[in-house]
C-alpha cells in the first residue's frame, strides 16, 4: 500500500468534524439535503399524478441533472476565479426564491408537467451553481490529510437525509400535498444561508488579475484534457451514471405501478436506497485502507448492477427495499471515489473546474440514462427499463480492465514559489506574443532517456497553457537541443510558470539532470516583432534588415 493510501486510511472520518467551520456547514447542508429530498419526492410523485407517462417522471430526475452538464464549467470557472463563499450564497439564495415559487404556483393550482419541469430546471441550476464552490471549499475547510475524510462525511451527511428525508417527504405528501413539501424545501435553504454569511474564509492572496471567464473555461478543460488520471476518472463517471440512472429513475414508477402503492411507499424506498448510500459512506475508510480505488468501483458497479436486477424482478417491497438499499451502498461509493481522485489530482487553481468537469460527466451520463430508460419504460414497461440497465451497469466493470482508475499516489501539488524575470526591455501584462526557448546539452548516450523526459514536458507545458511547443536539434552541433514554446501575452507567460507545482519539478530535475553544459540550461525570453519600412527610410535588403527581428531577455 503507498504512502498515500496510508495517509488516507488513518485520517478518520469524523476527523473533519472537529474543525468547527466544516462542522458547521455540514450539519447546515444536511438539513438542506432534507428539505431538498422532500422536494424532490414531492415533484417526482406529483409528476405521477399529473401524467401517466413513464418518460415525463423520468424527466423529473432529467431536469436536475441536466443543468450540472450544462452550467458546471462554467461554475467551476466561476468558484475558481471569485470567492466561493459569496458564489455559494448567491446559489443558494436563487434556489430559495425557486423553491417558494414552485410552492405558490402549485398552491394555487398553474402547475403542469413541464412548468414542474422548468422549475426543478431551475432548482438544478442553482445545484450546479453552488457543487463546484461548495466541494472545493472543502479543501480550504480541512487539511489535505482530512480531504478524504470529509467528502466522505459529505457523500454520508447527504444519505443520511436520503435515509429518512424521503419517508418524511412522502409523508408530506400524503397529509398535505406537494405544495407543502416545496415550503418545507424553501425553509431548509435558510439555516445554510445563515451558516455560510456567517463563515470567514482566509482570503487567498490573488498576485495576478483574475482570467475572464472564457479562458479560465478554456483553462480548465485543457488541464483535464492533458492529465490522463483525470481524464480516465471522467470517462469511468459517465459510464457509471449512464448505468445506474435507472434505479432513481425508475424509483417513482417502481412505486406506483410495480409495489401499487402511494407516496409513503416512493419515500419508504428512497429512504431505502439511503440507509445503503449511509452504510456504503461508512465503508469508505475501511475499504480504501485495503483495496485500490478500481476495485472499489467495480465492487459499487456489481453492487449496481445486482439492484437493478433484483428491483426489476421484484414486485414486493421485502424484496425490493434490500435490493434498492445494495444499489446505494454502490452509488454512494463510486461517486465519492471518483470525487476524491478528483480532487487529489488537481492543484487548488484549478480544483473546482476539474470537479466541475466531473460533475458534468457523471451527471450527463444520469440525465441521458435517465431519458432512454424512461423510454424504454414507455415501450417496454419500468422492470424491462431496470433489467436493461443491469447488463448496461456491467459494461463499467468491464471498462475497468481498458481503462483502470489511477492508483493512490502521494502526489505534492502545492504552487511553487516563481519570481518574475527582469527584461531590459519594456514589457507590459499584455506584451506579446512571447517565444521562450530553453537550451540544453545532452550526450548521446542520454538522448533516449532525455526524449523520454521531455515528452512528459511537453505534456505540462501544453496543460499549463503553452503553446506550439516544439524540441529541435541542432543539425551543427550534436549534444545542442532547444526547447521552445510560445505563450500569448507575458500575463500569460506568468501564470503558466505560477501553475508548476512541487510534483512537477520532479520533471525538472530529471531535465537538468541529462544537461552536461558547463552552467544551467540557458533561456531565452523573447517577444516577436513585425518587420517594416519607416517613413523616409530606404527599402533595405533582409541582410541590412538583420537587425534585432526580436527583443531577447536572456538568463543563465
Request: aromatic share 8%; hydrophobic share 50%.
Given at each position: 500500500m503507498s504512502a498515500h493510501s496510508e495517509t488516507i486510511a488513518d485520517a478518520a472520518p469524523s476527523a473533519p468534524l472537529s474543525i468547527p467551520v466544516f462542522r458547521a456547514v455540514w450539519i447546515a447542508s444536511m438539513a438542506s439535503n432534507f428539505g431538498g429530498l422532500i422536494q424532490s419526492v414531492g415533484a417526482s410523485w406529483l409528476m405521477t399524478s399529473l401524467t401517466p407517462s413513464s418518460q415525463m417522471v423520468a424527466l423529473v430526475q432529467a431536469s436536475t441533472a441536466l443543468p450540472i452538464l450544462l452550467l458546471s464549467l462554467w461554475s467551476g470557472a466561476v468558484a475558481d476565479n471569485l470567492d466561493r463563499k459569496q458564489v455559494m450564497l448567491g446559489a443558494q439564495a436563487f434556489m430559495l426564491l425557486v423553491s417558494i415559487s414552485l410552492a405558490i404556483v402549485t398552491y394555487v393550482g398553474w402547475i403542469t408537467p413541464w412548468v414542474?419541469?422548468?422549475?426543478?430546471?431551475?432548482?438544478?441550476?442553482?445545484?450546479?451553481?453552488?457543487g463546484p464552490a461548495w466541494q472545493a471549499s472543502v479543501g480550504d475547510m480541512v487539511p489535505r490529510a482530512a480531504l478524504p475524510g470529509a467528502v466522505a462525511l459529505n457523500s454520508m451527511g447527504f444519505n443520511i437525509a436520503r435515509s429518512v428525508g424521503p419517508a418524511i417527504g412522502g409523508a408530506i405528501v400524503a397529509v398535505a400535498?406537494?405544495?407543502?413539501?416545496?415550503?418545507?424545501?424553501?425553509?431548509?435553504?435558510?439555516?445554510?444561508?445563515?451558516?455560510?454569511?456567517?463563515?470567514?474564509?482566509?482570503?487567498?492572496?490573488?498576485?495576478?488579475?483574475?482570467?475572464?471567464?472564457?479562458?479560465?473555461?478554456?483553462?480548465?478543460?485543457?488541464?483535464?484534457?492533458?492529465?490522463?488520471?483525470?481524464?480516465?476518472?471522467?470517462?469511468?463517471?459517465?459510464?457509471?451514471?449512464?448505468?445506474?440512472?435507472?434505479?432513481?429513475?425508475?424509483?417513482?414508477?417502481?412505486?406506483?405501478?410495480?409495489?401499487?402503492?402511494?407516496?409513503?411507499?416512493?419515500?419508504?424506498?428512497?429512504?431505502?436506497?439511503?440507509?445503503?448510500?449511509?452504510?456504503?459512506?461508512?465503508?469508505?475508510?475501511?475499504?480504501?485502507?485495503?483495496?485500490?480505488?478500481?476495485?472499489?468501483?467495480?465492487?459499487a458497479a456489481a453492487a449496481l448492477v445486482i439492484g437493478s436486477a433484483v428491483t426489476g424482478l421484484s414486485d414486493t417491497m421485502w424484496l425490493t427495499i434490500p435490493a434498492l438499499a445494495l444499489a446505494g451502498g454502490g452509488w454512494v461509493l463510486a461517486l465519492s471515489t471518483f470525487n476524491v481522485t478528483v480532487q487529489l489530482s488537481a492543484p487548488r487553481w484549478v480544483v473546482a473546474r476539474a470537479l466541475s468537469l466531473y460533475q458534468m460527466a457523471a451527471f450527463g451520463g444520469l440525465a441521458s440514462g435517465a431519458i432512454l430508460f424512461g423510454a424504454v419504460a414507455d415501450a417496454q414497461g419500468v422492470q424491462v427499463a431496470l433489467l436493461i440497465a443491469a447488463p448496461v451497469q456491467a459494461l463499467t466493470i468491464l471498462a475497468g480492465f481498458v481503462f483502470p482508475l489511477p492508483a493512490a499516489r502521494d502526489l505534492n501539488l502545492a504552487l511553487r514559489e516563481w519570481e518574475e524575470p527582469e527584461t531590459a526591455v519594456s514589457v507590459d501584462e499584455r506584451s506579446g506574443p512571447i517565444v521562450v526557448t530553453i537550451?540544453?546539452?545532452?550526450?548521446?548516450?542520454?538522448?533516449?532517456?532525455?526524449?523520454?523526459?521531455?515528452?512528459?514536458?511537453?505534456?505540462?507545458?501544453?496543460?499549463?497553457?503553452?503553446?506550439?511547443?516544439?524540441?529541435?536539434?541542432?543539425?551543427?552541433?550534436?549534444?545542442?537541443?532547444?526547447?521552445?514554446?510560445?505563450?500569448?501575452?507575458?500575463?500569460?507567460?506568468?501564470?503558466?510558470?505560477?501553475?508548476?507545482?512541487?510534483?512537477?519539478?520532479?520533471?525538472?530535475?530529471?531535465?537538468?539532470?541529462?544537461?552536461?553544459?558547463?552552467?544551467?540550461?540557458v533561456v531565452h525570453r523573447m517577444i516577436e516583432r513585425q518587420t517594416s519600412t519607416l517613413p523616409g527610410m530606404r527599402d533595405t535588403s533582409p541582410r541590412e534588415l538583420a537587425d534585432p527581428m526580436t527583443d531577447t531577455a536572456r538568463q543563465s
Open positions: 414542474l419541469l422548468v422549475f426543478t430546471f431551475l432548482i438544478g441550476c442553482g445545484a450546479a451553481m453552488n400535498g406537494a405544495a407543502v413539501a416545496f415550503v418545507v424545501n424553501a425553509l431548509s435553504y435558510v439555516g445554510l444561508i445563515a451558516v455560510l454569511a456567517r463563515w470567514k474564509p482566509a482570503r487567498r492572496e490573488r498576485v495576478l488579475p483574475r482570467e475572464t471567464l472564457g479562458h479560465a473555461m478554456i483553462a480548465g478543460i485543457r488541464y483535464v484534457r492533458l492529465s490522463p488520471d483525470i481524464r480516465t476518472v471522467l470517462l469511468r463517471a459517465l459510464l457509471f451514471g449512464f448505468g445506474a440512472s435507472a434505479v432513481p429513475a425508475m424509483m417513482p414508477l417502481v412505486a406506483r405501478d410495480v409495489i401499487v402503492g402511494n407516496s409513503l411507499t416512493y419515500g419508504v424506498l428512497l429512504g431505502a436506497f439511503g440507509i445503503g448510500a449511509v452504510v456504503g459512506g461508512l465503508l469508505v475508510r475501511w475499504l480504501r485502507a485495503r483495496m485500490t480505488v478500481e476495485t472499489i468501483v467495480r465492487a537550451e540544453y546539452r545532452i550526450a548521446p548516450g542520454d538522448i533516449p532517456r532525455f526524449l523520454n523526459v521531455m515528452h512528459e514536458r511537453r505534456r505540462i507545458r501544453r496543460r499549463d497553457g503553452a503553446r506550439h511547443w516544439t524540441l529541435l536539434r541542432d543539425l551543427g552541433e550534436p549534444e545542442s537541443w532547444v526547447e521552445r514554446y510560445h505563450v500569448a501575452t507575458w500575463l500569460d507567460y506568468v501564470r503558466h510558470n505560477q501553475r508548476r507545482t512541487y510534483d512537477d519539478a520532479q520533471n525538472t530535475r530529471d531535465i537538468v539532470a541529462l544537461h552536461i553544459g558547463p552552467a544551467k540550461p
